[in-house]
C-alpha cells in the first residue's frame, strides 16, 4: 500500500513539474489574466440562469408540459422561466465581452471603464443588427432588425475576446502618442478623462468602422457569419462511423477551449445526421429487429459527453471531493447540481476551461476516451445499443443510460463517471495547488482590487 502511494505520489509530482510553469504561464500572462478575470463577470448570471434552466427544463415530462400549458396573464409559466435563461445565458457575451475589456485595460494600465466600453462598441459596430424572418405562406425570408441572440449569448464570445483585445490596444496606442485633449487642472478628474478618450475611443471606431464595410464586401457580409461559416466547413462530410464522431468531438472541444460554443458549430451539422440514425434504431426496436447503429443522437448525448461538453461532471465531482481551495471549492459547489442535469457553463466559465491549458488535456480527452469506450463495449454486445427515445436533455446521467440502454448502459454511465474523475484529478489539483497559492499571497498582502464605479479612475 505504501508502495503504491509512493507511486503516486511520484506521478503527481512529476505531473505537477510538467504542469506547474503552464500555470505560471497563465498567472502572468496578460491576455490570459483579462480573459479568465472577465469570465468572472457573467459567472454568477450563470450559476442563476442555470438553476432557472434546471426548473423550467426538470426531465420530468409532466412538469415540462405543465409549465407549458400553465399561464399567467396569458404567458406561460414556462416563458417566464425563459426571461430569465435569456437575461443571463442568452446575453452572457455582453458582460464577458465588458469584463474581458476592463480587465485587459487595467493590465494596459488605461482606463478600465474606457477599456469596456471600447471592447463592446467594437464588438457591436462588426455585428449583423438583423435576422432572417420568412411570414408563414411568404415566398420570400425578411430581414428583420434586431439585436440577435444568437450573437450575444456564447455564440459571440469568440469575436468579442478579439475585439475587446484589440480595441483596447488601439485605444493605448492613440493615447500613447499623446492623442488626447487635456483639460485645465480646475475641470473635474470626470470631466478631463471623458475628453481624454474622445480621440482613442474615436480611433476604435473608425477602425472597426472600416473592418465592417470590408467584410460587407466578402460572401459572408460580416465578421461573425465568416467565423462560422469558415469553421463549419470542415464538418461538411460525416457520417456514421467511429472516426467521424472522434472528429467532431475532437474539432468542439478545440472550438470550446477558445470560447467557442462548438457544439452549437457541429451540432448545425452533424446532428441531423444523428437524428437521422436514431430514427432508424427507433423504427427498427418497433419492428422487433436488430439496431443498425451504434452512433445516433442517443450516443453522443449520454454516452460521448455527461454533464456537459468536456464531460465535466467528472471534473466537478473531483473539484468537489478533493481540492481545497476556495475559489474552486466554491464554484465546484454552485455548478454540481447544474452539471448533474447537464448544464455546465458556470464551470466552463467560472474556473474557466476557456483558455486554460492547464486544463485543455483531460477537457479534449475525456469525451474522446468515453467515445471509445462506448463504442467497442456496444460493439461487442456487452452494452445493448441506445434504443433511439428522445428524452430530456437534462436527464442525468445514470438514469439517461438505464432509459437508453438498460442497466448495462447505467452501469457503463458510471464506469465512465469513475473514469473521468480519475482522468481529470491530478490536472485540476494542480490548478488548485496554484489558487492555494494565490489565495495565500492576497491573505498576506490584502488589496482593495474591488470593482466599485464610484471608485474608478477618470
Same mark, same amino acid.
Request: hydrophobic share 50%; with cysteine.
Given at each position: 500500500?505504501?508502495?503504491?502511494?509512493?507511486?503516486?505520489?511520484?506521478?503527481?509530482?512529476?505531473?505537477?513539474?510538467? %504542469?506547474?510553469?503552464?500555470? &505560471?504561464?497563465?498567472?502572468?500572462?496578460?491576455?490570459?489574466?483579462?480573459?479568465?478575470?472577465?469570465?468572472?463577470?457573467?459567472?454568477?448570471?450563470?450559476?442563476?440562469?442555470?438553476?432557472?434552466?434546471? +426548473?423550467?427544463?426538470?426531465?420530468?415530462? $409532466?412538469?415540462?408540459?405543465?409549465?407549458?400549458?400553465?399561464?399567467?396573464?396569458?404567458?406561460?409559466?414556462?416563458?417566464?422561466?425563459?426571461?430569465?435563461?435569456?437575461?443571463?445565458?442568452?446575453?452572457?457575451?455582453?458582460?464577458?465581452?465588458?469584463?474581458?475589456?476592463?480587465?485587459? *485595460?487595467?493590465?494596459?494600465?488605461?482606463?478600465?471603464?474606457?477599456?469596456?466600453?471600447?471592447?463592446?462598441?467594437?464588438?457591436?459596430?462588426?455585428?449583423?443588427?438583423?435576422?432572417?424572418?420568412?411570414?408563414?405562406?411568404?415566398?420570400? *425570408?425578411?430581414?428583420?432588425?434586431?439585436?440577435?441572440?444568437?450573437?450575444?449569448?456564447?455564440?459571440?464570445?469568440?469575436?468579442?475576446?478579439?475585439?475587446?483585445?484589440?480595441?483596447?490596444?488601439?485605444?493605448?496606442?492613440?493615447?500613447?502618442?499623446?492623442?488626447?485633449?487635456? !483639460?485645465?487642472?480646475?475641470? =473635474?478628474?470626470?470631466?478631463?478623462?471623458?475628453?481624454?478618450?474622445?480621440?482613442?475611443?474615436?480611433?476604435?471606431?473608425? +477602425?472597426?468602422?472600416?473592418?465592417?464595410?470590408?467584410?460587407?464586401?466578402?460572401?459572408?457580409?460580416?465578421?461573425?457569419?465568416?467565423?462560422?461559416?469558415?469553421?463549419?466547413?470542415?464538418?461538411?462530410?460525416?457520417?456514421?462511423?467511429?472516426?467521424?464522431?472522434?472528429?467532431?468531438?475532437?474539432?468542439?472541444?478545440?472550438?470550446?477551449?477558445?470560447?467557442?460554443?462548438?457544439?452549437?458549430?457541429?451540432? #448545425?451539422?452533424?446532428?441531423?445526421?444523428?437524428?437521422?440514425?436514431?430514427?432508424?434504431?427507433?423504427?427498427?426496436?418497433?419492428?422487433?429487429?436488430?439496431?443498425?447503429?451504434?452512433?445516433?443522437?442517443?450516443?453522443?448525448?449520454?454516452?460521448?459527453?455527461?454533464?456537459?461538453?468536456?464531460?465535466?461532471?467528472?471534473?466537478?465531482?473531483?473539484?468537489?471531493?478533493?481540492?481545497?481551495?476556495?475559489?474552486?471549492?466554491?464554484?465546484?459547489? !454552485?455548478?454540481?447540481?447544474?452539471?448533474?442535469? @447537464?448544464?455546465?457553463?458556470?464551470?466552463?466559465?467560472?474556473?474557466?476551461?476557456?483558455?486554460?491549458? *492547464?486544463?485543455?488535456?483531460?477537457?479534449?480527452? +475525456? =469525451?474522446?476516451?468515453?467515445?471509445?469506450?462506448?463504442?467497442?463495449?456496444?460493439?461487442?454486445?456487452?452494452?445493448?445499443?441506445? @434504443?433511439?427515445?428522445?428524452?430530456?436533455?437534462?436527464?442525468?446521467?445514470?438514469? /439517461?443510460?438505464?432509459? /437508453? #440502454?438498460?442497466?448495462?448502459?447505467?452501469?457503463?454511465?458510471?464506469?465512465?463517471?469513475?473514469?473521468? +474523475?480519475?482522468?481529470?484529478?491530478?490536472?485540476?489539483?494542480?490548478?488548485?495547488?496554484?489558487?492555494? &497559492?494565490?489565495?495565500?499571497?492576497?491573505? @498576506?498582502? $490584502?488589496?482593495?482590487?474591488?470593482?466599485? %464605479?464610484?471608485? %474608478?479612475?477618470?
Amino acid at each position: 500500500m505504501n508502495e503504491k502511494n509512493e507511486k503516486n505520489g511520484k506521478f503527481m509530482d512529476k505531473l505537477e513539474s510538467k %504542469l506547474m510553469p503552464v500555470a &505560471k504561464v497563465i498567472s502572468s500572462n496578460k491576455y490570459l489574466i483579462a480573459i479568465r478575470d472577465g469570465f468572472l463577470v457573467s459567472m454568477p448570471l450563470l450559476v442563476i440562469g442555470s438553476m432557472f434552466m434546471l +426548473v423550467s427544463n426538470f426531465p420530468v415530462q $409532466p412538469w415540462i408540459d405543465f409549465l407549458k400549458s400553465t399561464t399567467f396573464h396569458g404567458s406561460s409559466i414556462a416563458s417566464y422561466f425563459s426571461n430569465v435563461t435569456n437575461a443571463t445565458f442568452s446575453i452572457m457575451a455582453i458582460f464577458a465581452v465588458m469584463g474581458i475589456g476592463y480587465n485587459y *485595460a487595467k493590465q494596459e494600465k488605461v482606463s478600465p471603464i474606457f477599456g469596456a466600453a471600447s471592447a463592446l462598441v467594437s464588438w457591436f459596430i462588426l455585428m449583423p443588427f438583423t435576422t432572417s424572418f420568412k411570414p408563414e405562406g411568404a415566398a420570400k *425570408a425578411f430581414q428583420v432588425p434586431c439585436v440577435p441572440l444568437d450573437w450575444v449569448g456564447s455564440r459571440g464570445i469568440f469575436i468579442g475576446i478579439l475585439c475587446a483585445i484589440f480595441s483596447v490596444k488601439i485605444y493605448k496606442w492613440v493615447e500613447d502618442k499623446g492623442w488626447t485633449i487635456k !483639460m485645465p487642472k480646475g475641470v =473635474p478628474p470626470t470631466v478631463g478623462q471623458s475628453f481624454a478618450s474622445l480621440f482613442p475611443i474615436g480611433m476604435v471606431i473608425v +477602425v472597426f468602422f472600416l473592418i465592417r464595410i470590408i467584410f460587407t464586401i466578402t460572401p459572408w457580409d460580416n465578421a461573425f457569419d465568416c467565423i462560422y461559416t469558415i469553421l463549419q466547413t470542415p464538418l461538411q462530410k460525416v457520417g456514421d462511423t467511429l472516426g467521424a464522431m472522434l472528429g467532431v468531438y475532437l474539432f468542439a472541444h478545440i472550438l470550446w477551449f477558445f470560447g467557442i460554443h462548438g457544439t452549437n458549430i457541429t451540432d #448545425s451539422v452533424f446532428r441531423p445526421i444523428l437524428y437521422a440514425l436514431s430514427a432508424e434504431n427507433l423504427a427498427a426496436l418497433q419492428a422487433g429487429q436488430k439496431l443498425p447503429h451504434i452512433i445516433n443522437t442517443q450516443f453522443q448525448d449520454l454516452f460521448a459527453t455527461y454533464g456537459g461538453a468536456g464531460s465535466t461532471l467528472s471534473l466537478l465531482i473531483a473539484a468537489y471531493f478533493f481540492c481545497k481551495s476556495k475559489r474552486i471549492k466554491e464554484l465546484s459547489k !454552485m455548478s454540481i447540481v447544474p452539471g448533474i442535469f @447537464n448544464i455546465n457553463e458556470p464551470v466552463i466559465f467560472g474556473l474557466p476551461i476557456v483558455l486554460n491549458p *492547464a486544463i485543455a488535456i483531460p477537457f479534449i480527452c +475525456v =469525451p474522446m476516451v468515453n467515445i471509445i469506450i462506448s463504442y467497442v463495449t456496444m460493439a461487442i454486445g456487452l452494452v445493448p445499443i441506445c @434504443n433511439g427515445v428522445i428524452m430530456p436533455w437534462t436527464t442525468p446521467a445514470i438514469i /439517461s443510460g438505464f432509459l /437508453s #440502454s438498460g442497466w448495462q448502459g447505467a452501469v457503463l454511465q458510471a464506469a465512465l463517471i469513475a473514469l473521468g +474523475v480519475l482522468l481529470y484529478y491530478p490536472f485540476i489539483k494542480a490548478i488548485d495547488k496554484q489558487y492555494l &497559492k494565490e489565495e495565500a499571497e492576497a491573505e @498576506n498582502n $490584502p488589496k482593495d482590487d474591488d470593482i466599485s %464605479l464610484d471608485d %474608478l479612475t477618470f
